[in-house]
């Protein structure tokens, strides 16, 4: 019996489309980490980085992260949550059909992803996965991001 989160054949996978693989492990989004993300990605916004204006000006009431720093905590989630184990040399970042900022990420906020397989195509050298991806807000109902995300195995 396969381990949870881990897929072992394209049977597997073909089998296994909408559902549910794998949930990562709660990740806290801290300052420091928007911060830094402010600083490679060049967006200084004050909603991001400014704490005493976010808490006094912002409809959020506190700093939030970037929508682009949560999209981009897909591959670390991916690592602990899900595994195509199919003999491929790398795995890549396809790209992304869809992405939505659903709602914001307040610093302090846990956060994490659910892996459902969306599709999985055999082609010849590799295949393509797409993952539809929910970031989870601990305590809220709406996610944080929604996604169509590709990703590609060469053998």
């Given at each position: 019996?396969?381990?949870p989160?881990?897929?072992?054949?394209a049977?597997?996978?073909?089998?296994?489309?909408?559902?549910?693989?794998?949930?990562?492990?709660?990740?806290?989004?801290e300052?420091?980490?928007v911060?830094?993300f402010?600083?490679?990605?060049?967006?200084h916004?004050?909603?991001?980085?400014?704490?005493?204006r976010?808490?006094?000006?912002?409809?959020?009431?506190?700093?939030?992260?970037?929508?682009?720093?949560?999209?981009?905590?897909?591959?670390?989630f991916s690592?602990?949550?899900?595994?195509f184990?199919?003999?491929a040399?790398?795995l890549?970042?396809?790209?992304?059909?869809?992405?939505?900022?659903?709602?914001?990420?307040?610093?302090g906020?846990?956060?994490?992803?659910?892996?459902?397989?969306?599709?999985?195509k055999p082609?010849?050298?590799g295949?393509?996965?797409?993952?539809?991806v929910?970031v989870?807000?601990?305590g809220?109902d709406?996610?944080?991001?929604?996604?169509?995300?590709?990703?590609?195995?060469?053998?």
């Open positions: 019996m396969n381990t989160g881990t897929i072992r054949s049977d597997e996978a073909l089998s296994r489309i909408g559902q549910e693989i794998g949930v990562s492990d709660w990740f806290v989004m300052q420091e980490r911060n830094a402010a600083t490679v990605s060049g967006d916004q004050w909603i991001h980085v400014d704490v005493e976010a808490k006094a000006e912002s409809p959020f009431g506190a700093p939030v992260a970037h929508g682009f720093l949560t999209l981009s905590l897909l591959s670390h690592h602990g949550a899900v595994a184990e199919l003999g040399k790398t890549i970042n396809y790209g992304f059909n869809k992405v939505r900022f659903v709602s914001p990420v307040v610093v906020a846990r956060i994490r992803a659910h892996f459902v397989l969306g599709s999985f082609f010849d050298g295949y393509e996965i797409v993952w539809n929910s989870e807000v601990e809220r709406k996610p944080a991001v929604v996604a169509e995300w590709l990703c590609r195995g060469y053998y």
